[in-house]
């Protein structure tokens, strides 16, 4: 007791069943919807259909959540289909990074777990700052050469006309519907593994750290914010519930919450798995930094603004 | 590793996924895992899993399941795959206790003050209270009655004495969190001062405010999606003599309530409390 790391196995394995049993149907839908995109939208619609302007075409990518939102365990195998058919690498990670955040249900999420915290501005920049940083995010990639950024096993099913599969968007609508099982039972095993890998890791600090360890770091804005920022990694909560937990952050100022509830939608323990599934290890290291850094300053130049405002954060 | 072979395969893991989701929610281990919201999902998944294990089996084709499942990677690499779909899952089924320890609740942070709750600041208290209201990030919107543990008693004036519930021996039956709210709302915590209540609980150490060493912990966990959030909600006991129970033991405590001013603010202490080991309570989460 009392110590800062103290582990014990049977309490590891009821966190990390937990964190499965929430996580595993979103991950679920993911794939489905990833199977029907592989098989019934056409090959380069999505290149067709966003602006030819990349940098447009990024914060385009980055609404594309309001219509189409995903948790952040779905939407990895989601991207990786829509890459394959043609969606350039810059937009498909806007929409990854922005999807989880930028969505009708996190909105509603959002206010319903601050109220009484001025609810209406948390919501708001909670979502400004989550599109803000998705869209530089995309910006940044794509500057960057694109063997950077994949995996080579994912640039050789770009490379491919149709695809990663061989049929996909053509025949019957039967015969669609059977490559989609295919694909999607695919995508479910392969991501699935990084899922595993991502809930133990989870489920270690969850379970073994001692959270007062934190506390003293709530009194200054730097810290406050990078530790919370660090916790959502390390908590892994869905984007659609973190809110109810970085709203019980009473001690902490409100853009460490923001820091909180931007962050870890983007980067946790999971996700980073389950990147690896589709990036490349430096790719993923830079991009983890970058957006420590990125929303940390953010969030902290925003108390220093709003201060300066009628604003009640 | 042959196309039949690896549709099989996948289909074994799906299979057992599903089973195993269906069995957690079918026998009620849901309930321990996950906020009511979350758990039909459980079953959902499960059975699609299942469907998508028999579909994977009479589908035609399959090459480019086969494709995406494992286009790339040794033999060696799929195989690892596979075991980690498998050995962790297996091993937190048969090492899971459904609960928390006493050292995971240690590591978390106690929720003393309802505020620190998810929408849990209190309305505001009637303007014509005797007491002010204490400190809360935002008093003005919020209401206990937005979480599903809702109080048992009213905190409405006139009505307060309406839902007291009593045992045989005329104590007051709350809960624990009805004290960490009536710390904060003057009318609800006239019903309860200075009474005799009856509370259920887990016992710990007290981990704060305890200078004398000679108090305790009465924990219910609340949970907000998962058992992973769970976060120990406390409530303070003064016992007259040291309970024998080990930590975490489920304990039915009696005894008065006093809502001391302790660093500016009121905070809830059953004092002269007995501590006697009770059955856990049917749902043991507070939501």
Redesign the interface.
Known sequence: ??GYF??????F??????????G??FL?LGTIISGLIDQFLPARLMTRLLPRNPYVGAIVSGLLGIIFPMCECGVVPVIRRLMAKGLPPSNAITYMLAAPIVNPIVALSTY??F????PLEVTIFRLGIGFVVAVIVGFAVHNLPIRHVLR??ILA?IAQPQG????SAGGSVGRRL??S??????????M??YF??GA?I??TF???????VI?PLAMNDWLATASLMGLASV????ST?DA??A??F?LFPTVAKLGFLVFGPMVDLKLIFIYSAVFRKRFILGLVVGLFVLVGLICVRLQVILAHTSVPL | MTLILQRLVSAAILMIWGSVLCAIYFSGRVTSYLHPTFQPLTAVCGCALVLLAVLVLVAPGGGDAAHATASTGSPWKKALGVLMLLIPLFVALATSKDSFGASTVMNRNYVEDVAQLPGGAPASAPSNTPDAPLPTNDSSSASPANTASTPAVSDGEGDAQTEVVKNKKGEIKAEVIDFLYAAQLPDMRSTFEDKQIEVIGQLMPAKENNPNGDRYDLVRMFMTCCAADVQPIALPIHPGAKPNQPDMTWVKVSGKATFPVIGGQRHPLIENATVEKTDPPEDTYLY
């Open positions: 007791m009392g103290t582990f014990s196995f049977p309490d394995s009821f966190a990390f069943l937990s964190i499965l049993l929430e595993l149907p679920l319903a777990a109220r009484g915290q001025a080579t096993s099913d990663l599969s061989n049929h059977w490559g099982l295919h694909v999607c039972v695919g995508d479910f095993l392969s699935t593994v595993v890998l133990m989870a489920a969850n379970t073994a750290v001692n959270q007062e506390l908590l892994s909560v869905c519930t109810f937990i709203a019980t009473t």
